[in-house]
Structure formats: structure tokens, C-alpha cells
């Protein structure tokens, strides 16, 4: 199950993203029993679905920030703290995240078989979490990045994701064209942004694939914080690695 045709003619990767449909699936660390409950019954549903089992994941509790956590058999079952993005070079490790209206970004090289997921807010993306990331893979995993594929996944799009100045002014060497103006607001396309900092790294152009889906503008299908603003966070889970032969 692969979310992007890049990723298509890889068998045994597995990148998905759940849907609404799949339930919340943020990670059960609340003092709430219920949504703990829940959010468990369904990440081990949707594992399931992938034909995964929960005791091959490494997950990453997040801080919206840029550490890069580089994922090994040591960590399988874990939740790696204060952690935005997870690397490693082991089939049957899979990597997981979670977003609300955040890019998934999922890395993939299928000549060292190395595998990365990034969650990317605009914290991150201004903490250059996606350049770390593959600046990681490339020195401790032996990546190329003339091999790397990369896909951004469904998050916000510019048509919703409304900043203030102080926001814009993280991101000058991006503007004006990831800026869209509207009726005297401002709003950011941090998709845009997400490809930029790939492209900086040097992966290739044609590697690169970006879904054109605004979490926002589908609630049928995804959550969105900024559209639900929920008392407790809903969120789908992001995975990706490559099943063992």
C-alpha cells in the first residue's frame, strides 16, 4: 500500500497515511482512559490493515521541532521522545508519525533500502527538518541523493493555512512565492516549501511528488486541527519501511 506512484514499482515498501474513516490514531499518551483506549484499538487496527503487526513500529513523540532520530532493532516497540523526524536502513522496521494538518514527508532509497518520515509543521519546516533529515540519511545510512524518492503526503494547503507576519518572517527566503494573498490576509504554502527544502538538498525534481490534497478542504477524509479545533487532538498516523523477504 503506497501512497505515491513514485513508490509504485516497490513491493515491499509500505508508506500509507490512515484516514478519518481509521479513527483517531495519535498516540495513546493521555491521562483521558477512553481516548487512550481508542487511539490503541485504532493504530492496531490500521497496522493490521497494512498486514503489519505493532511490535515491528518505532513511533515518534513529537515537538514540532527538527531532531532526527536514526531508528535501529533496539528501538522496535518504542516512542522516541521529542523527536519530528525517524531514519533507518532496517527491513521490518516501520516508521511511524502523526498529523492533524502537518506534511507527512516520506523518504525512501531503494539502493541501500533506507527508509524516513518526517513530520513537517511550519515549526519544523523552519527549523529545517527536511534537510536534516536527509543530510542524516545521507552521512549515518550511505544514501545518495541522486537515489532518494520523496513524497509529501495530504496536509494543509495554502488555501487555508492563514499566518501572521511573524510566521512569514521564518520563511523570507521563501516569499513571495510560497505567499498567496486574500481579501487582506495572508496565507502560506507550505507545500511549496516542503519540495524547496528537498530540492536544496539535491534530490532530483522528478523525484519529488507532493499530494495536491488540503486536509482542511476534505473532512470526510482526513482530520484537520485548525478546521475541527478539537478538545483532544485527532490524527492520522503516517507510516513507512520495508517488509522483510
Given at each position: 500500500m503506497n501512497l505515491f506512484l513514485l513508490f509504485a514499482?516497490?513491493?515491499?515498501?509500505?508508506?500509507?497515511?490512515?484516514?478519518?474513516?481509521?479513527?483517531?490514531?495519535?498516540?495513546?499518551?493521555?491521562?483521558?482512559?477512553?481516548?487512550?483506549?481508542?487511539?490503541?484499538?485504532?493504530?492496531t487496527r490500521f497496522v493490521k490493515k497494512l498486514g503489519l503487526e505493532e511490535s515491528a513500529f518505532v513511533a515518534a513523540e513529537l515537538a514540532h521541532g527538527n531532531a532526527v532520530y536514526s531508528a535501529t532493532m533496539n528501538d522496535v516497540g518504542a516512542i522516541i521522545p521529542a523527536t519530528d523526524a525517524l531514519i533507518t536502513d532496517i527491513p521490518g522496521i516501520f516508521l511511524s508519525i502523526t498529523v492533524a494538518d502537518c506534511l507527512p514527508v516520506f523518504l525512501f532509497d531503494p539502493r541501500t533500502r533506507s527508509v524516513g518520515l518526517v513530520h513537517a509543521g511550519w515549526r519544523g519546516l523552519a527549523g529545517?527538518?527536511?534537510?536534516?533529515?536527509?543530510?542524516?540519511?545521507?552521512?549515518?545510512l550511505k544514501c545518495k541523493l541522486a537515489?532518494?524518492?520523496?513524497?509529501?503526503?495530504?496536509?494543509?494547503?495554502?488555501?487555508?493555512?492563514?499566518?501572521?507576519?511573524?510566521?512569514?518572517?521564518?520563511?523570507?527566503?521563501?516569499?513571495?512565492?510560497?505567499?498567496?494573498?486574500?481579501?487582506?490576509?495572508?496565507?502560506?504554502?507550505?507545500?511549496?516549501?516542503a519540495r524547496r527544502q528537498?530540492?536544496?538538498?539535491?534530490?532530483?525534481?522528478?523525484?519529488?511528488?507532493?499530494?495536491?490534497?488540503?486536509?482542511?478542504?476534505?473532512?470526510e477524509k482526513y482530520f484537520s486541527y485548525r478546521r475541527d479545533k478539537p478538545e483532544i487532538l485527532q490524527a492520522m498516523m503516517a507510516v513507512i519501511g520495508i517488509r522483510k523477504k
Open positions: 514499482a516497490y513491493p515491499d515498501l509500505v508508506a500509507a497515511l490512515s484516514l478519518k474513516k481509521d479513527g483517531s490514531c495519535r498516540l495513546p499518551q493521555t491521562d483521558d482512559y477512553e481516548t487512550r483506549l481508542f487511539a490503541k484499538e485504532n493504530r529545517n527538518v527536511i534537510p536534516l533529515t536527509v543530510q542524516k540519511m545521507t552521512r549515518q537515489d532518494i524518492l520523496a513524497g509529501i503526503g495530504p496536509g494543509i494547503g495554502s488555501c487555508h493555512f492563514e499566518v501572521k507576519d511573524d510566521v512569514l518572517a521564518r520563511f523570507a527566503d521563501f516569499l513571495p512565492a510560497s505567499l498567496r494573498h486574500e481579501n487582506g490576509k495572508k496565507y502560506l504554502d507550505l507545500k511549496a516549501i528537498l530540492e536544496s538538498t539535491g534530490i532530483p525534481s522528478s523525484h519529488i511528488s507532493v499530494s495536491d490534497e488540503c486536509t482542511f478542504d476534505l473532512p
